[in-house]
């Protein structure tokens, strides 16, 4: 008995110590809950377009933040079926649970920790992950605080937004979008499990690095849900049946990557570190049809051109080991080192021949190529290719896969192209895609690329014309220069198809973008003139020439620029300033800032006479409907399209720059490094089917839009002319009367 007594006093006098040293040295140093009372989660910036289409999220951890009545049931009874099944009904410390645990352990069934969802929330919100005593006698006393300062659903809400889930993903919410590209309203009981099953391990239960993993313990965590009758057998056998797939990033709405770019910019040097972790949304003014739209058009078109410029050759070669394993391993490291671009994939290529091509690509798939597939790249299968260019065991192709999952061979173009649609009224961006690849390269060809117009420059030449006398119907003489001056000229430009139609009207000729009759023009007027006129249309004068050389585009715009100054015709008069975010808000909805929609047609921003927009319109009409834009009339059918194409010398730069209804736009394409795009390569064969596959969309369900002509124009004399240039007055003709003499 004394020995009884003796130990008993003993645990008594431990016991006491434990208690003092918890309530005495621990507890007055546990930090304050004010991280789970007052909940502030570090959500990630996100970008929208105008209908909420997603386009960009920045942030170190990816997380949406879903209060506990949005979360779905299924999701919540998973949770507590494998985490913790009596969490409403203990204290916080579940005893009984704790021992079942133990049992569970000793017979060999299914193990549940003994931590509970509030013991989880302490250790993760105050708490590092040490295994020692001081830390476990910390983390009761902070659960018995949590679960007296918060009610279950709030404990709950807290865990489900707060848990790590791989890929620096916290919260289900976040996993849901991360994993699957889904919310968690879209998330079947199947996906449901499978992210309820990472928690207890998010490296070895991660879905994207080790889908087997994850896919077993999705299978205990459905046997547990069945277990305690929170599902049916059938709904077991559905579940555990699914295919899911994996994405294993985000995948946003709409491809967008240089607007979300331009708003990351501005939103950070805004407010700073704080963008990144306060959940501020961004509203822009994108529309996500026109964006989609103009990202296809841009890819389809750059990748066409590429196409009709032959095969480059495999982007590099690598020696493929005998060993398996190591074979396996030399793939992974190359394909590291050329990532996807969209649907263009990187391959190995394993097996060849002339008939056929296999390829390993990076998800470990094997690509096949036969038949039509192996067209493009039919000269890197003969045998005496170069060794540059032919395709052999080891080398690294591009492939695409069609629609019907037939595979060919591709490549990664060299050449860029951009495109930027505005509306013509308020300058609200529509779409803007400023390159081919965002993660290849990140400068933004729309806002940042100076390049030179070309032709697109000669409606601004033609405006400043309409102010000095000329009309549509004057007459110009389309000769060459040297030929009618009859000496060697130090500049002597030429049109781009050598041909020369003698007299020729004003409409005509900028139909048929006649170099020589702009320069004309440009002479008659002169170049002062015409180079103050440009600054009403947005352009920098000084990056202007002011010679004859400025009516055949040697200056430099960027497509952002060229798309404002042709929106001066489109809207009858009146300059504008592209801008992009509408507004800004904070986690809780409340406005940070907003743009309001800049107000229509007011005098003060009206830079040329309405007559001069109305007989400029009239005159772009006519490319589209006769010239060298045609095609986009006939291919869109519509009778509203006005705009004008560009192409500089040698082809460096394709332009098309144009509008209708209340959409201006302009598609580009060129190298960064200026070079000839081809020999027979024009803007209508390069920019044009950019503008007009990226229009159809803008301009889907809108009625052809009419003009009225205003007071001051009249067409008595068969085409537009101010009424003050009527009865003889104005340029009639120019240059006709020098005599053709052969150049010397």
């Known amino acids: 008995m004394k020995w009884i007594a003796a130990i008993v006093a003993s645990l008594g006098i431990i016991a006491a110590g434990v208690l003092a040293y918890v309530f005495l040295v621990l507890a007055p140093n546990l930090p304050p809950l004010d991280a789970v009372t007052d909940y502030r989660p570090k959500i990630p910036l996100r970008i929208y377009t105008a209908d909420n289409a997603l386009i960009g999220e920045f942030g170190e951890e990816h997380r949406e933040f879903v209060p506990i009545k949005e979360i779905p049931e299924k999701l919540k009874t998973a949770l507590l079926s494998t985490e913790d099944a009596r969490f409403y009904e203990h204290s916080g410390i579940d005893f009984i649970g704790a021992g079942r645990a133990v049992l569970a352990d000793l017979r060999g069934g299914f193990h549940q920790g003994a931590s509970t969802i509030t013991m989880q929330v302490a250790r993760n919100f105050f708490l590092s992950q040490e295994k020692t005593v001081n830390r476990k006698l910390k983390e009761l006393l902070l659960t018995t605080r949590i679960e007296a300062a918060l009610s279950k659903d709030q404990i709950l809400e807290l865990y489900m937004n707060q848990i790590y889930l791989g890929q620096r993903t916290h919260g289900f919410a976040g996993a849901a979008r991360t994993y699957f590209n889904k919310s968690l309203n879209e998330l079947s009981l199947a996906e449901s499990a499978m992210l309820v099953g990472i928690p207890k391990n998010p490296v070895r239960h991660n879905p ?25 057998e059938a709904q077991y056998d559905q579940a555990i049946h699914e295919r899911i797939t994996v994405t294993g990033k985000q995948i946003y709405d709409t491809h967008a990557d240089y607007v979300a770019e331009m708003v990351r910019q501005k939103i950070v040097d805004e407010y700073k570190e704080q963008a990144y972790t306060s959940g501020i949304k961004v509203y822009t003014t994108l529309l996500k049809a026109d964006q989609e739209a103009a990202y296809e058009a841009v890819r389809n078109n750059v990748m066409a051109y590429d196409q009709r410029h032959g095969y480059r050759g495999p982007e590099a070669f690598i020696q493929l080991p005998a060993d398996e394993d190591e074979r396996d391993d030399a793939i992974d490291e190359v394909l590291r080192k050329h990532p996807s671009s969209d649907k263009l994939q990187a391959a190995v290529v394993t097996e060849v021949s002339s008939k056929i091509i296999k390829a390993e690509l990076a998800n470990g798939d094997t690509a096949v190529v036969d038949g039509d597939g192996l067209k493009f790249a039919a000269n890197a299968l003969q045998a005496k290719a170069k060794s540059s260019l032919k395709i052999v065991p080891g080398a690294v192709i591009r492939v695409i896969q069609d629609t019907k999952k037939r595979w060919s061979i591709s490549q990664l173009p060299e050449v860029e192209g951009a495109y930027v649609a505005l509306n013509a009224e308020t300058g609200a961006y529509r779409a803007l895609i400023g390159g081919f690849d965002f993660n290849r390269k990140k400068f933004n060809h729309v806002t940042s690329a100076w390049r030179q117009p070309g032709s697109s420059i000669k409606p601004f030449i033609y405006s400043a014309a309409l102010e000095k006398g000329f009309s549509p119907a004057t007459l110009i003489n389309d000769v060459q220069l040297s030929a009618t001056t009859g000496t060697l000229l130090r500049w002597d430009p030429r049109n781009d198809d050598g041909k020369y139609d003698g007299p020729i009207s004003m409409r005509t000729a900028l139909a048929q973008s006649k170099n020589v009759v702009s320069v004309r023009i440009l002479k008659a007027i002169g170049v002062d003139t015409a180079h103050n006129w440009l600054p009403r249309f947005g352009f920098n004068k000084e990056k202007h020439p002011d010679d004859l050389t400025m009516a055949l585009g040697t200056g430099a715009v960027t497509p952002a620029q060229l798309a404002a ?15 992009l975010i509408s507004k800004v808000v904070d986690a809780k909805g409340k406005v940070l800032s907003e743009n309001k929609v800049p107000a229509i047609a007011q005098e003060d921003a009206r830079v040329i006479d309405g007559r001069n927009a109305f007989v400029m319109h009239s005159l772009l009409s006519e490319v589209t409907r006769s010239g060298t834009g045609a095609s986009a009339s006939a291919r869109l ?3 509203d399209l006005a705009g004008k194409t560009g192409t500089t010398s040698d082809a460096v730069d394709g332009w098309f720059a144009g509008y209708a ?11 960064d490094d200026p070079k000839s795009l081809g020999g027979r390569e024009f803007g209508s064969t390069l920019a044009l089917p950019i503008w007009i596959d990226s229009m159809r969309a803008s301009l889907a369900g ?19 002319m101010y009424v003050e240039f009527l009865n003889g007055g104005g340029v009639k003709t120019l240059d006709m009367d020098e005599a053709v003499s052969p150049p010397p």
């Open 208 to 232: 994207v690095s080790n889908f087997q993993k994850a896919k077993q313990r999705q299978e205990v965590v459905l046997k547990l849900m069945l277990n305690r009758g929170a599902i049916t």
């Open 565 to 579: 100054g042709y929106a001066v015709f489109a809207n009858g008069g009146y300059q504008i300033t592209p801008w």
């Open 637 to 639: 059918g519509r009778h």
């Open 661 to 671: 209804a209340n959409v201006v736009a302009v598609a580009w394409m060129g190298y």
């Open 702 to 720: 809108k009625a052809e839009s009419q003009r009225s002509a205003p007071d001051g124009v009249s067409n008595a004399e068969g085409d537009w």
